[in-house]
């Protein structure tokens, strides 16, 4: 692959590929690390037919194979507990309350099922069901059975767990 | 014929199906209300599940620091809540609102792409010079949601098959009807796009604990990036007027990749921040056939866009509703002194009882972002309660024009979204302003609205308690 085209594959994809590999991962500086390496896989690549489906698979594979995960998390749990610290000098409610729904997101993409949650985000990256198939090695024929089953769930289990956060938060004010 | 199962719906929602299993699927949804709201629902889960994912965007990174290859767009990204503090609870509202948006207005493309078959009958008139236009997101809602709105994809097959259909009407050069005589007559100058100045990337630096053999790798990759970064952008420029009447259309929501504004009054827009390459300007206004065209945005050469929209034949009668309140707010720890109004965004939920009445249109009214009212308060917990009933509650709602025939639906779709159909049983114009009556399964409600951009401007009465 010359370099021409690895810019386009760059502008075309790279957004969507953080993007996706952020909501995978949880941490944006190993998502960009991987899809980084991913590009440079790409370059590699004399002949690429499925380009985006091949993209997310390969990127998709990184993740799996990271073995530097333990590293980044301690990485990012020192980086949390920095940051903890500013949100506490700046604290309004509604920074905390979407501080609880993506936690709460968080919980809820972490409980779905692998072949579900990655189905998913690819779709929400604009892959069609043949690049979600091809990427997955799924048949196109479940892919709408995937989506709706990974839909359901996130939003149900999304939707549960903030009702018993709630729940909480109620019982703690009434008490106040 | 057997109902649909839900991956089908999915599917079919998803622009997945072939275009006979699609319309095998539309002709038997229009015919069986247990499938119609299954499909109800499952636009409410398309939606939802979006908004969900979407909050997980914000992902604190270190600042700054280790990627070179960021595009300004994806480092704009990199700023998370906490460190947006100084714009304000309003635009911060604003921003998250254009994202949900958008992810919703995607999701629903395939869908209206079916009830509202885009023709494109306007003639390629070139652009007038100095288009004043205000676009109605700001600048940093547009950063957020070019940044984190999927790219728009149409692989849905009326949606190729819409693109195929324009394509084929530029190349012919559709004919304008002679009731159409302000477009034809117009004379625009024609002049050159804009271009805004492209931010310059960082210089490349290696990521800290990157292996040292892909170093001239990576520099290869962050030198292409520095390359493409500087003229990514242009902006593009148009007008929209009616077909039948010449007259300019308010309101009609403009689209190019993730970047959208809403026209003025004189049918004009202005799209900022359009990423070069080959685009396509979509523009949607509820009352009319939705319109979109193919154009090569190009950082030195100029486009020309004027769309004229054809009256869409649909009844106005439903509307998908999406969208977040933003009320108002007491905030408790300064009751003591001088009350402190806090704008605040609420998510709206189904569980806690928060019912909205949704906004519609009439066939020659406009479309696009409403600001509007109400929520039930019955269930809302005590400080919700207090929340929205001192003061004014705002409610965004992205209202997409959906099918005749699904009637009284209203699934009121939940974790951070409200989605779904209300019915406009009657509206009628009233000066400046549009009043409409809408049944949201439970209430009826009288709404005044703002005839030019759709404001919410008053409850008028609730009609009937549920």
Known sequence: ?176 | MQHLDEGTVHAWLDGALTPNEASAADAHVDACEHCARAVAEARGLIAASSRILAALDDVPAVQDSTSALSFPAARARRRTWWQRGGIGYAAAATALLAVGTTLVWSRLSPDAAMDMRATVASETAPLPQAVASQPLVDTAASRRQAATAPPAVSNSPRDAAADAKNVASTVTSVKLSAKEPQLQKEEFATDRIVQLPGAMPRPAAPLPGAPVRRQDDRKTLADSAANIAPARQAQVLGRVLDAATGAPVVGAVVSVDTARVATDSAGKFQLQAVPLGNQTVRVRALGFQSAQRPVAVVASDSVQLAFALQKSTLAPEQVVTTGQVTAARQDRREQQGVPREQERSKVVTGQEGARLSAASARADSVAGCYTLSRVAQDKARDEDRAMFASLPTRVQLESELVDRSRANEVSAHRARTLAGTARAESWRLVGDSLEVTLADGERRHALRFARRDMRWISDIAILEPC
């Open chain 1, 1 to 176: 692959m010359n370099d021409a085209e690895l810019e386009r594959l760059f502008q075309a994809y790279h957004v969507p590929l953080v993007r996706y590999l952020t909501r995978r991962l949880g941490d944006r500086d190993w998502a960009e690390e991987v899809a980084q390496e991913t590009f440079l896989r790409a370059l590699r690549q004399t002949n690429l037919t499925n380009e985006r489906a091949w993209l997310f698979a390969v990127a998709t594979n990184l993740v799996r194979d990271d073995a530097r995960k333990e590293d980044r998390r301690r990485q990012r749990l020192r980086l949390l507990a920095e940051e903890t610290r500013d949100v506490q000098v700046e604290s309004a409610e509604t920074a905390l309350e979407r501080a609880q729904e993506a936690a709460l997101a968080r919980k809820a993409v972490d409980g779905l099922i692998e072949r579900d949650r990655l189905a998913l985000l690819m779709r929400e990256e604009g892959l069609n069901y043949e690049e979600i198939a091809e990427a997955l090695g799924l048949s196109i024929g479940s892919i709408g059975t995937t989506l709706a089953r990974a839909r359901r769930r996130l939003v149900e289990s999304y939707e549960a767990m903030q009702r018993d956060t709630q729940r909480g938060v109620g019982g703690g004010h009434a008490a106040s």
